[in-house]
Every structure is written in C-alpha cells, then in structure tokens.
C-alpha cells in the first residue's frame, strides 16, 4: 500500500516568514538606535551617554580680581537705584554710605588678593577719598584698571569726589572719622592689611552728613577691625546727633 505524504499546511511557511522579518526588525532597529547614541556621544550633538561629559576646550574662566571688582561694582550699582527726583535725606546719605563701603570693600580686596597693604584716606577739606598703595612692594604701586577711575587720576591713585558721585540729588558731605578705644581718637584713613584687617585695632567710625542747619542729618558708619568690613546699624545709623566735635575735620 503506497503512502502519501500530507501537504504541507500552506499557513506554517506564512507564520515563520513573518517571525523572521519581525526579527530582522528589530535587530535593525536596535542596531540604528545604537548608531545613533554612539554618534551624539562622539559629536556632543543631541542628549549624550550619561557616562560622557561634553569638554570645553580654550574657554578663560574669571580670575580673583576680576570677580572682586564685578561684586565691588554690584554693590556700588545697587547705591545708585534711587531716583534724583523724589528720594529723601536717609536714602541719599544710605545711598553715599553704601558707594563708600563699597570703596572701601574694594581697597581692602587689593590688600587680600596682592598680599599687601592699601589705605583709603579722607582728604575732608577736598572732600574726597583716596585709594592708594602703602605697602613695601613697588610693583604694586600701580592700581589695577577700574572702569570706575577717572582716566585722569595718577596710576597710584583712584580719586573719589563727594561730589561727583552718581545719583545724589543733595550734597552729602564727609562728616567725620575717628577709632573708638577709651576715647575716640580722630583720624583720616582706614589701612587694610593682607588679611583683610585694619591696621587700627579698634573700629573706625565714620560719619557722613547731608542738609544745612535744623534739616542736616548724619549717617554713622564703622568699620570692623577684624573683619575689614563696613557696616551700620538700619535703627540707628540716621541721626539728627552730631559727631563728637573733636573729630569734625576742618
């Protein structure tokens, strides 16, 4: 009896060629998605491998005194939000106070970042204030440029006038200075040294004035000798009390 072979189910050949192209598929797939991974990691195009950090290459970072002089500049800018028109006597003498201290920030970064001493000195007959170099290095005597200096000022000195400081509707005056102890003992300049100290060993007070007769008022500031830092006290720095008369310069 001959045997007969069973065709063969025309769906099996059908199922297994769609497996197969499924498949092929998604190796491609894989393969593509792959290629493009390797491509942004290798191009530092579109998201990258979390296990590869794009690098900058020439890009200068900012140095110390660059950074020092931005910040100093912040703080002064800051003093110059008030408009001319309708700002009152506290807010123009808050106003000098804070473009003083941030001089004096200034003078006293030079000291921490050269290593040496510089001093801001109260010239009150001219009222101004100078910044200038006192240390042994002569290579320091030059100041650093400062978009802030007059062109015309010496390169061993920046020169700031009273009465030319930006934004002041009234005049404001420099009042005062003196360093506390059991007596305050007048003075005309703050040192920093190359720590950031004050070579005084007690604090330096300050004072600023704005008005004339019965209107004039005073802005009191100090300056810490450990620290170097200038600060007031909101509650109490505006006052009608004058310095002691000792420390009035002439």
Same mark, same amino acid.
């Given at each position: 009896?001959?045997?007969?072979?069973?065709?063969?189910?025309?769906?099996?050949?059908?199922?297994?060629?769609?497996?197969?192209?499924?498949?092929?598929?998604?190796?491609?797939?894989?393969?593509?998605?792959?290629?493009?991974?390797?491509?942004?990691?290798?191009?530092?195009?579109?998201?990258?491998? +979390?296990?590869?950090? *794009?690098?900058?290459?020439? !890009?200068?970072?900012?140095? #110390?005194?660059? @950074?020092?002089?931005?910040?100093? =500049?912040?703080?002064?800018?800051?003093?110059?939000?008030?408009?001319?028109?309708?700002?009152?006597?506290?807010?123009?003498?808050?106003?000098?106070?804070?473009?003083?201290?941030?001089?004096?920030?200034?003078?006293?970064?030079?000291?921490?970042?050269?290593?040496?001493?510089?001093?801001?000195?109260?010239?009150?007959?001219?009222?101004?204030?100078?910044?200038?170099?006192?240390?042994?290095?002569?290579?320091?005597?030059?100041?650093?440029?400062?978009?802030?200096?007059? +062109?015309?000022?010496? *390169?061993?000195?920046?020169? !700031?006038?009273?009465?030319? #400081?930006?934004? @002041?509707?009234?005049?404001?005056? =420099?009042?005062?200075?003196?360093?506390?102890?059991?007596?305050?003992?007048?003075?005309?300049?703050?040192?920093?040294?190359?720590?950031?100290?004050?070579?005084?060993?007690?604090?330096?007070?300050?004072?600023?004035?704005?008005?004339?007769?019965?209107?004039?008022?005073?802005?009191?500031?100090?300056?810490?000798?450990?620290?170097?830092?200038?600060?007031?006290?909101?509650?109490?720095?505006?006052?009608?009390?004058?310095?002691?008369?000792?420390?009035?310069?002439?």
């Amino acid at each position: 009896m001959t045997s007969r072979r069973r065709p063969a189910s025309p769906i099996a050949p059908a199922a297994g060629t769609r497996r197969a192209a499924e498949a092929a598929e998604k190796a491609n797939s894989h393969r593509n998605i792959s290629y493009r991974v390797a491509q942004q990691t290798t191009t530092g195009r579109g998201a990258c491998s +979390p296990f590869h950090r *794009p690098t900058r290459v020439g !890009v200068r970072g900012f140095t #110390l005194v660059e @950074l020092l002089i931005v910040i100093s =500049l912040m703080a002064v800018l800051a003093g110059l939000v008030l408009p001319k028109s309708n700002a009152t006597v506290p807010d123009q003498l808050r106003s000098a106070a804070q473009m003083l201290a941030a001089d004096m920030a200034y003078a006293r970064s030079l000291a921490v970042t050269n290593g040496s001493r510089y001093r801001v000195t109260f010239d009150f007959r001219r009222q101004r204030y100078v910044i200038e170099h006192t240390g042994t290095n002569p290579d320091l005597e030059k100041l650093p440029p400062s978009p802030f200096r007059d +062109p015309n000022d010496p *390169p061993d000195q920046h020169i !700031v006038s009273m009465d030319e #400081l930006p934004h @002041l509707a009234m005049p404001v005056r =420099l009042e005062a200075a003196g360093i506390a102890g059991g007596t305050i003992g007048k003075t005309d300049s703050v040192e920093f040294d190359s720590l950031g100290e004050t070579t005084a060993k007690a604090y330096t007070l300050l004072w600023l004035s704005a008005g004339e007769g019965v209107t004039k008022r005073y802005f009191h500031l100090q300056v810490n000798p450990i620290t170097g830092l200038v600060t007031w006290d909101e509650a109490s720095a505006f006052t009608a009390a004058e310095p002691p008369p000792s420390l009035v310069q002439p």
